[in-house]
């Protein structure tokens, strides 16, 4: 599948999945702001992404057409749910729901493009 797809759409696919799990956990808090004793929850799939992201890889250019400094993309598809010690803040849950309803719309729109843009090559090759 990474051949005709390529890394992008594993990457994006995962991207989705994750905003779309971290959204139901963002109106988990919101709907139990009153709920005594209730600790709001978060994914720390951010952390996560950080970390791997800072991991350098050097890699030697064997041919001129060789893009320079080109790693492997990562995936993740385990979601980490961390609660916190704080009470739900209503301000801080809906900032945090519409930041990630923004990116789940911009990576729907990545991956929508990507689909486009396969479908126009396969449409100019018939």
């Not at 005709?4 to 994750?18: A, E």
């Not at 799990?21 to 952390?47: C, H, M, W």
């Not at 996560?48 to 790693?71: C, S, V």
């Not at 492997?72 to 209503?90: G, H, Y």
């Amino acid at each position: 599948m990474e051949s005709l797809f390529g890394k992008t759409f594993n990457l994006l696919s995962t991207l989705v999945g994750y905003r779309s799990e971290r959204n139901k956990l963002i109106t988990s808090n919101i709907s139990n702001l009153d709920t005594p004793g209730y600790k709001p929850a978060d994914y720390v799939f951010k952390q996560d992404l950080q970390k791997a992201m800072d991991i350098r890889i050097h890699l030697t250019r064997t041919k001129e057409k060789h893009f320079p400094n080109a790693t492997d993309e990562i995936t993740r598809n385990d979601f980490k749910m961390v609660k916190s010690e704080e009470k739900v803040d209503l301000d801080k849950e809906m900032g945090n729901l519409a930041s990630n309803q923004l990116m789940y719309n911009l990576s729907v729109e990545l991956l929508a493009r990507k689909f486009r843009g396969i479908r126009n090559v396969l449409s100019e090759v018939k």
